[in-house]
């Protein structure tokens, strides 16, 4: 089974940085795409960032200047780089992967969520 492991969650003040880490296991050939998403309390989840296989990146346009979306195919791992958090930036931030091929199974894509880390963003 493939798993999706967050961290770099935590509580910073207004103004400060995080750099979130996803990992992705589970006798992995090839990810397509892997992403950010987050869900703020009462608010849908919404993307925050992807980025392909081949370096494409996608942000969401609010986001734009402040985060940075890197990928480190290796190793299955993609990072988010948040600078000038803002408390609106408090959420549960899931990592996604996109269009997975496991060794033995190359034929078959599906895609998987990390049970999420907390950002918090204090005024």
């Known amino acids: 089974q493939v798993q999706l492991v967050e961290s770099g969650g935590g509580l910073v003040q207004a103004g400060g940085s995080l750099r979130l880490s996803c990992v992705a296991s589970?006798?992995?050939?090839?990810?397509?795409?892997m992403g950010w998403y987050r869900q703020a309390p009462g608010k849908q989840r919404e993307l925050v960032a992807s980025?392909?296989?081949?370096?494409?990146?996608n942000y969401a346009d609010s986001l734009k200047g402040r985060f940075t979306i890197s990928r480190d195919n290796a190793k299955n791992t993609v990072y988010l780089q948040m600078n000038s958090l803002k408390p609106e930036d408090t959420a549960v931030y899931y990592c996604?992967?996109?269009?997975?091929?496991?060794?033995?199974?190359?034929?078959?894509?599906?895609?998987?969520w990390g049970q999420g880390t907390q950002v918090t963003v204090s005024s």
């Open positions: 980025i392909t296989n081949v370096g494409s990146t």
């Open positions: 589970g006798s992995i050939f090839s990810i397509n795409a």
């Open positions: 996604n992967a996109e269009g997975v091929r496991r060794r033995n199974y190359v034929g078959t894509m599906n895609n998987y």
